[in-house]
């Protein structure tokens, strides 16, 4: 069964402080991996994606993420935290032929200042 | 740019009212979907179309219907509304599949849902 994990319901850090916030997946074909940001009382907005070649994969706002197929994990990461991050973090997967997305439950993130 | 539009930012009903959420989008994609957002379940799929007429049950359709008449609008129906229907309702589009490099969804604001 296909499926996203986010170990994490909260993560805090200190501003200016690299973050880290976890996803692994489970899928039986080649994932395209997602990450989205969800600011409150607003829709969710793409940040950025794997689908394949590189496994560092840069997007919005300075974030990037590493897909590691021996892990199953695509980790979203930032080498110097904002308290403007502070936000919501959503997973997605696409196993690949397929309209719809595989959700994990979300990070709140928290940078204090 | 995609734009996704929904109809309302907030809305308030009734238990039992009728209740129609809008959904446009302006990138004439195929694809239109309809989730609920409640805190620690994540993003829950209600409905999702993809070509006009053309409709698929998501996870969790029971008390909902959809309508797709144009390619652009989506629209989500509470038959009766009930309480238990509270929650922050989000739509999003996407290309269809055999166009698409990378099936990312791209997001409406969202319409927050208070049934009392």
């Known amino acids: 069964a296909q499926s996203v994990a986010q170990p994490e319901d909260q993560v805090n850090v200190a501003e200016g402080n690299p973050l880290t916030v976890k996803c692994t997946y489970s899928?039986?074909?080649?994932?395209?991996l997602f990450w989205y940001v969800q600011y409150p009382n607003r829709g969710l907005q793409f940040l950025l994606k794997y689908i394949t070649g590189d496994n560092l994969v840069k997007g919005s706002y300075g974030f990037e993420a590493e897909f590691n197929k021996s892990q199953t994990s695509f980790h979203l990461k930032k080498p110097s935290a904002l308290v403007s991050d502070s936000a919501l973090y959503f997973c997605?997967?696409?196993?690949?032929?397929?309209?719809?997305?595989?959700w994990g439950l979300g990070t709140s993130l928290a940078v204090n200042p | 740019d995609v734009k996704v539009t929904q109809s309302s930012r907030y809305l308030v009903k009734r238990t039992g009212e009728k209740v129609f959420l809008e959904c446009v989008q302006d990138?004439?994609?195929?694809?239109m979907f309809w989730y609920r957002q409640d805190p620690g379940l994540g993003l829950r799929l209600i409905y999702f179309?993809?070509?006009?007429?053309?409709?698929e049950k998501g996870d969790i359709p029971e008390g909902y219907s959809v309508s797709r008449e144009k390619k652009e609008r989506f629209s989500l129906i509470l038959e009766s509304a009930s309480t238990n229907q509270t929650s922050m309702y989000l739509c999003?589009?996407?290309?269809?599949?055999?166009?698409?490099?990378?099936?990312?969804?791209?997001f409406g604001p969202g319409t927050r849902l208070t049934v009392t």
């Open positions: 997605a997967l696409n196993a690949g032929n397929n309209r719809k997305l595989i």
């Open positions: 999003a589009s996407s290309l269809p599949v055999s166009m698409a490099s990378s099936y990312e969804q791209y």
């Open positions: 990138m004439d994609h195929e694809n």
């Open positions: 899928v039986s074909g080649n994932p395209y």
């Open positions: 179309s993809y070509d006009v007429k053309m409709k």
